[in-house]
């Protein structure tokens, strides 16, 4: 999908309009098109979403957006500069949570984040307050002292982006933050880059993860071997993979089961068959267009059955995703993936 930016693409001078900009990116590795021409524009103090299966070319885009790879061809701007020319100063700008944890196992939380600091330039004070505000604040200062080879996923995951938040970036890229966290650390870490974007840092999240792009993210990119295939507002994602569900209450609890056999054997044109949420009352059936709803609300009534309530509902996020794709989005599953080198700060 392309979007036509009206606006010009970047100002080239570190002033704002949108904070990241992609045109056309390509990145070959070998035949593989790991990018095959991506256009892609976050907005200043947004999260955008990217997703895409395994293999879709996330990590490739957040390499090339963090100067760590260069692009084939095409143009990338992150907060004006120039990925290409401006790889310096732009490095200054951002802050990016790798796939694979990135800390340094042998050193204490407190001296990973001491040493990015001093990486990036800060004074031995500045690191060291920085370092100990950031332990703090991802709730790590217990933990402080002990090498980092002793912490759970978890926290290694918190520390992770602790360290990305050293040089208080203005734009943050996360690449599947959350990936092999169990459902309470993944919650935490969301509180924390909801917190990140509250303080005004603009976001680039990688995930399969549907719920984490529900949580998170204003928009959506949708990429598939390279390409965007599909993006926009998530609302607006669910409204164009067109859709809906209709969820009908009978006035009488008992008459859920008839109901939702009267609607399986309606012999509607291209009507899905129903599924019972027993616990709500309710039954639930997608339908594809305003006609279908009226011509099921007429065939309940001439069976007998009264409505209690309808009312439809957008597709969920995983449908628009398999809709798109084709592919089931992934589902959370413990990460056994073995870790990589990749800078924790940059
Ligand atoms: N260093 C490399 N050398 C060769 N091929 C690579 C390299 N890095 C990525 N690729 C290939 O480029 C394509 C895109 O990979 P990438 O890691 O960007 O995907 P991804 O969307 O991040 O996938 P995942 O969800 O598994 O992390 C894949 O086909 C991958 O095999
Ligand atoms: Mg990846």
């Given at each position: 999908?392309?979007?036509?930016?009206?606006?010009?693409?970047?100002?080239?001078?570190?002033?704002?309009?949108?904070?990241?900009?992609?045109?056309?990116?390509?990145?070959?590795?070998?035949?593989?098109?790991?990018?095959?021409?991506?256009?892609?524009?976050?907005?200043?103090?947004?999260?955008?979403?990217?997703?895409?299966?395994?293999?879709?070319?996330?990590?490739?885009?957040?390499?090339?957006?963090?100067?760590?790879?260069?692009?084939?061809s095409g143009t990338a701007f992150v907060a004006g500069y120039d990925v290409a020319k401006q790889p310096r100063q732009l490095r200054r700008v951002i802050g990016l949570t790798g796939q694979y944890a990135a800390v340094d196992e042998k050193l204490s939380g407190r001296e990973n984040l001491y040493m990015i600091g001093r990486l990036l330039?800060?004074?031995?004070?500045?690191?060291?307050?920085?370092?100990?505000?950031?332990?703090?604040?991802?709730?790590?200062?217990?933990?402080?002292?002990?090498?980092?080879?002793?912490?759970?996923?978890?926290?290694?995951?918190?520390?992770?982006?602790?360290?990305?938040?050293?040089?208080?970036?203005?734009?943050?890229?996360?690449?599947?933050?959350?990936?092999?966290?169990?459902?309470?650390?993944?919650?935490?870490?969301?509180?924390?880059?909801?917190?990140?974007?509250?303080?005004?840092?603009?976001?680039?999240?990688?995930?399969?993860?549907?719920?984490?792009?529900?949580?998170?993210?204003?928009?959506?990119?949708?990429?598939?071997?390279?390409?965007?295939?599909?993006?926009?507002?998530?609302?607006?994602?669910?409204?164009?993979?067109?859709?809906?569900?209709?969820?009908?209450?009978?006035?009488?609890?008992?008459?859920?089961?008839?109901?939702?056999?009267?609607?399986?054997?309606?012999?509607?044109?291209?009507?899905?068959?129903?599924?019972?949420?027993?616990?709500?009352?309710?039954?639930?059936?997608?339908?594809?267009?305003?006609?279908?709803?009226?011509?099921?609300?007429?065939?309940?009534?001439?069976?007998?059955?009264?409505?209690?309530?309808?009312?439809?509902?957008?597709?969920?996020?995983?449908?628009?995703?398999?809709?798109?794709?084709?592919?089931?989005?992934?589902?959370?599953?413990?990460?056994?993936?073995?870790?990589?080198?990749?800078?924790?700060?940059?």
């Amino acid at each position: 999908m392309t979007r036509i930016d009206k606006k010009p693409p970047h100002s080239g001078d570190g002033g704002r309009t949108a904070s990241v900009t992609v045109r056309g990116l390509v990145k070959h590795y070998g035949e593989t098109k790991a990018l095959d021409g991506v256009d892609l524009d976050v907005h200043e103090g947004t999260v955008m979403g990217v997703l895409g299966p395994n293999g879709a070319g996330k990590t490739t885009l957040v390499r090339c957006l963090s100067t760590l790879i260069t692009p084939d061809s095409g143009t990338a701007f992150v907060a004006g500069y120039d990925v290409a020319k401006q790889p310096r100063q732009l490095r200054r700008v951002i802050g990016l949570t790798g796939q694979y944890a990135a800390v340094d196992e042998k050193l204490s939380g407190r001296e990973n984040l001491y040493m990015i600091g001093r990486l990036l330039d800060l004074s031995r004070k500045e690191s060291r307050s920085r370092a100990d505000a950031l332990l703090e604040r991802f709730s790590l200062t217990d933990a402080a002292t002990r090498p980092a080879k002793t912490y759970s996923g978890g926290m290694r995951r918190r520390l992770d982006l602790a360290a990305s938040m050293i040089g208080s970036p203005a734009v943050l890229y996360l690449d599947e933050p959350t990936t092999g966290l169990d459902p309470r650390t993944r919650n935490e870490v969301w509180s924390e880059v909801k917190r990140m974007v509250g303080d005004g840092v603009t976001v680039l999240l990688t995930t399969q993860y549907m719920e984490e792009a529900e949580q998170l993210a204003d928009e959506l990119t949708v990429i598939d071997r390279g390409k965007v295939i599909a993006g926009g507002a998530i609302d607006d994602l669910k409204a164009k993979v067109g859709g809906r569900t209709l969820r009908i209450r009978p006035a009488d609890p008992l008459e859920l089961r008839p109901l939702a056999a009267a609607l399986d054997d309606m012999g509607l044109t291209g009507l899905a068959t129903s599924t019972v949420d027993a616990e709500a009352g309710a039954v639930l059936v997608p339908i594809l267009s305003d006609e279908q709803l009226t011509a099921v609300v007429g065939a309940v009534t001439a069976r007998g059955i009264t409505i209690g309530s309808i009312a439809t509902e957008l597709p969920s996020l995983d449908e628009v995703f398999l809709s798109i794709t084709g592919q089931k989005a992934s589902a959370p599953q413990d990460d056994t993936r073995t870790s990589e080198l990749e800078g924790a700060a940059v």
